[in-house]
């Protein structure tokens, strides 16, 4: 089946710093987007794509749907306290006007570094 | 509704019981989803249903997982005789079409003691 590989599992990150953080799959994907979920609360998406080489921006995070379709990166730029959390990738391939669901990577766990 | 709905939101119960969790999703989204969310891992798809379509229930880890979705709204998701690797958050999400992300709701904690 359809697998996710998410990188890194976890990071530290001191205030200031830029983030990176990748997915790649062993299949194309049509949508690729980026979640963000705080504890005891459900994922919230932060950036859609929708098109091979697409890079969009939302603030201070950025994310490009690769060209292969079958990678994408988030760049957290200027990072603050409140971006720790665990970011998730998913992928989403649909057909025929019928959605398909989302997989999903295993996450990346953003901590502050002590 | 302003956001997708889950209830309860946390959930024990024993070993062998059945529970039943339930999602309301936003108004008018045809499309709902659950995942499972272990510990410290990713998102497992569950089933999916499309409108009126026949839902994709190839995620169902077992046949004592089920899902109705009736009148195309509100959602349940029964786990008969559970077990304690059942323990897990159960999300719901919900979309608009294909072409859109998904909406979560903050999710069901089962705890099977």
């Known amino acids: 089946g359809q697998q996710l590989n998410q990188s890194p599992q976890s990071m530290f990150i001191q205030e200031g710093e830029d983030v990176s953080m990748n997915c790649t799959s062993s299949?194309?994907?049509?949508?690729w987007l980026w979640y963000k979920q705080d504890p005891g609360e459900g994922p919230v998406l932060l950036i859609a794509l929708y098109k091979a080489g697409e890079l969009t921006s939302n603030g201070r995070l950025t994310a490009q749907f690769g060209i292969t379709r079958k990678d994408s990166f988030l760049n957290i730029s200027a990072s603050i306290p409140s971006d720790v959390g665990i970011y998730f990738c998913?992928?989403?391939?649909?057909?025929?006007?019928?959605?398909?669901?989302?997989?999903f990577g295993k996450g990346t766990k953003l901590s502050v570094k002590p | 509704g302003a956001g997708v709905s889950q209830s309860p939101s946390n959930k024990v119960t024993e070993k062998g019981k059945d529970v039943e969790l339930r999602c309301d999703p936003i108004?008018?989204?045809?499309?709902l989803y659950w995942y499972r969310q272990s510990l410290g891992q990713g998102l497992e798809f569950l089933i999916y249903f499309q409108g009126n379509s026949a839902p994709d229930k190839s995620g169902l880890p077992s046949d004592r997982f089920s899902a109705e979705r009736t009148g195309g709204s509100v959602s349940t998701l029964t786990i008969q005789r559970t077990q304690q690797e059942d323990s897990a958050v159960y999300l719901c999400?919900?979309?608009?079409?294909?072409?859109?992300?998904?909406?979560f709701g903050s999710g069901t904690r089962l705890t099977v003691v």
């Open positions: 999400a919900a979309a608009w079409t294909a072409n859109y992300g998904y909406t």
């Open positions: 998913a992928g989403q391939l649909y057909y025929g006007g019928s959605q398909g669901n989302l997989i």
């Open positions: 108004s008018g989204h045809t499309a």
């Open positions: 299949s194309i994907f049509n949508t």
